[in-house]
């Protein structure tokens, strides 16, 4: 088992920053990515970044440039730097790992609001 814990999320302005962070606990050693998905009001939860286990990061268009997905394995952490926030980026902001393609956890999720 895994435990994800999310947090970071909060009201900003366009044009703001936040980070996000997700806290992982249980079985970790055999997590083969960690994700983070969002999901709009009324629209599908979508991927917007990936990191391997070797830190290989991979992004969404809508997150490229904009967004950094790091790790800090020494405190089983994974981080979601948001910059240059836009309103379309108000979200439900969800942690995901991955050990195998049927064994993926998810977290709580936290709130991001991009608004004036």
């Known amino acids: 088992q895994v435990q994800l814990v999310e947090s970071g999320g909060g009201l900003v302005q366009p044009g703001g920053s936040l980070r996000l962070s997700c806290a992982a606990s249980g079985t970790i050693f055999s997590i083969l990515y960690m994700d983070w998905y969002r999901q709009a009001p009324g629209k599908q939860r979508e991927l917007v970044a990936s990191i391997t286990r070797g830190g290989s990061p991979n992004y969404a268009d809508s997150a490229k440039g904009r967004f950094t997905i790091s790790r800090d394995d020494a405190k089983n952490t994974v981080f979601l730097q948001m910059n240059s926030l836009k309103p379309e980026d108000t979200a439900v902001y969800y942690c995901?790992?991955?050990?195998?393609?049927?064994?993926?956890?998810w977290g709580q999720g936290t709130q991001v609001t991009v608004s004036s």
């Open positions: 995901r790992a991955t050990r195998s393609a049927l064994e993926r956890y």
